[in-house]
């Protein structure tokens, strides 16, 4: 049964106080809270097997190199992929789209096109631009709406055969629009393109099942997911993966190297050079442990309530203004009061112990087509009460009589 005091008991940071109040956690979309269960996990990493992997024979580098194995194995599970090597480690959603931009570099040409959408962090922008710079190819852009929303049909419009990948997000950052990415992927593979979804802000609420969508690759960070920050993976399918050419050379991703030639090792070590982050990896199979014990069903059910509460008590506030209003949302708010800096609003929200983020989100396409420098965003999970939201709104009436 699902019960929130329970589950807050297991996240030591939610019983602080900051600024002298009680910490009201609300930037769950920059990052999670931790719980006990994975940070016994890290503790017991560095204080009983802490080794190098895949290369000593003695006991603790095979113990720690099982621990990590079986990390991609619960990886592999929990998002359904067919093979545990389709489940690459990185250092996060970043890294991992710049794992695969960096491998269409031999695979674009002059002229093709590759798609990406309004509503995209910075991170699924940046990569593709300077892909477009090495190769000559063409970035085109699917449009939104006021509600925060893609246009679809816009969609439609821009695939043709020189069309050869499309990336764009599972959830918006910044909005919380959750994105048709079944029809995406469907009508991209009938031009024959691949795609690349960036599930950093969906994997906090959704399990994606990437042999169901059918998508070619599929990203996220552990860091939102209740792991530790510096580790998340690439999925990709097993022929992408034998296609693109390794991302960096190093040590661990060979087969053979001598100084005429140097071939490389089989997926998934191809993409992993150099020591990885051994105790992160195994953190994040953990947190994935953790956030299965409570169950997603239960995770996107609460959160949704928490979602409708919050966006009722905040409109109940004059000179409120909600961005992003779809139907298909997860819970996450971003809002403005009417002439005061979203800044401004976020420091005193600060004083009192909440905390959100202010600012453009990385998404700046955005907030350049609503004409706004930014909002405040109030991101809730599923550790967070109705009671906290009730501080939230009564904090913003309190900023709003201060600021104005
Ligand atoms: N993609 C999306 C949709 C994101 O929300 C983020 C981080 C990233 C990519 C990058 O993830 P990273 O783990 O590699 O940094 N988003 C946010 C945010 O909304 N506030 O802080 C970080």
Known sequence: MFNVENIRKDFPILSRKVNGKPLVYFDNAATSQTPQQVIDVIVDYYSNYNANIHRGVHSLSQEATDKYEQARHKIQKHFNAKFAHEIIFTSGTTHSINLVANGFSSILKKGDEIIVSALEHHSNIVPWQMLCERTGAILKVIPMNLDGELIISDYDQLLSNKTKLVFVNHVSNALGTVNPIEYIIKKAHQVGAAVLIDGAQSCPHIKPDVQALDVDFYVASAHKMCGPTGVGMLYGKESWLKKLPPYQGGGEMIAEVTFEKTTYADL??????????????????????????????????????????ATKKLLEIEGLKIYGISKHKTSVISFNLEGIHPYDVGTILDKMGIAVRTGHHCAQPIMDFYKIPGTVRASFSFYNTLEEIDVLANAVKKAQLMLS
């Open 268 to 309: 998934p070590h191809k993409f992993e050079a150099g020591t990885p982050n051994i105790c992160g990896g195994i953190a994040f199979g953990a947190a994935i442990d953790y956030m299965n014990s409570i169950g997603f069903d239960n995770i996107s059910s609460y959160e949704h309530e928490l979602l409708e509460y």
